[in-house]
């Protein structure tokens, strides 16, 4: 009996040990939030630029899952080419990134609102029933329908910059960015004019 509690505290406390090794490092992440990704990000994820996502509130296992992928792991390219993130990744390891991401989501988002009124309807109309002519799906079937996303694969892009969200689905159709599960959305933006991804870039910045 005393071997057994003794096994069983040994247990117990060596799962213990392990839990703390694995605790993300917040303090070390709002150092580095603060010192190197506030210029770009904010330091609250708030970004004023609209060429830098805002990541507040954004799913934690996404944020972590882009940020290991802007990095070169064991001598072979990142997934995510991007001249500036792989540089500012360059240091961390997966528990840094799993640490920032984690601290970046802790955060509110201040979100953009739409801003063309006039393709309100187009891209409402995209991101609730898709284009069926052209194959191309409703984005709410992946995003949701108030654009609240599902971690890890599937981004938050209500109150995003319209902008950047643009841009991204853009260098998914141009084979710029090719990080998408399954070539998903490479797939859909490669059937979608410029007028058609803007519009409804701007429709998922309005949504709440």
């Known amino acids: 009996m005393i071997k057994r509690s003794l096994l069983l505290t040994f247990l117990l406390a060596a799962g213990s040990l392990q839990a703390q090794d694995q605790a993300p490092d917040l303090a070390a992440a709002k150092q580095t939030a603060e010192t190197i990704c506030a210029a770009c990000h904010g330091a609250d994820g708030n970004s004023a630029l609209p060429e830098n996502p805002k990541i507040a509130g954004q799913h934690a296992d996404y944020l972590f899952k882009q940020l290991r992928e802007f990095k070169g792991w064991n001598g072979e390219a990142p997934v995510r080419e ?23 989501a802790s955060f509110e988002l201040q979100p953009e609102p739409a801003k063309n009124l006039d393709t309100i309807e187009l891209g409402q109309s995209i991101w609730r029933g ?38 991204q689905m853009k260098a998914f159709r141009d084979g710029v960015r090719a990080n998408d599960p399954a070539q998903m959305m490479r797939a859909i933006a490669l059937k979608m004019t410029d007028p058609e991804i803007k519009a409804v870039a701007d429709y998922a910045s309005g949504l709440r």
């Open 130 to 167: 898709g284009i069926p002519s052209k194959g191309v799906p409703a984005c709410a079937a992946c995003h949701g329908p108030a654009g609240a996303g599902m971690p890890a694969q599937y981004p938050r892009l209500s109150g995003q910059f319209a902008q950047y969200t643009e841009a």
């Open 82 to 104: 991007n001249a500036v993130m792989s540089a500012m990744v360059a240091g961390l390891e997966e528990a840094d990134m799993k640490a920032l991401a984690e601290h970046y």
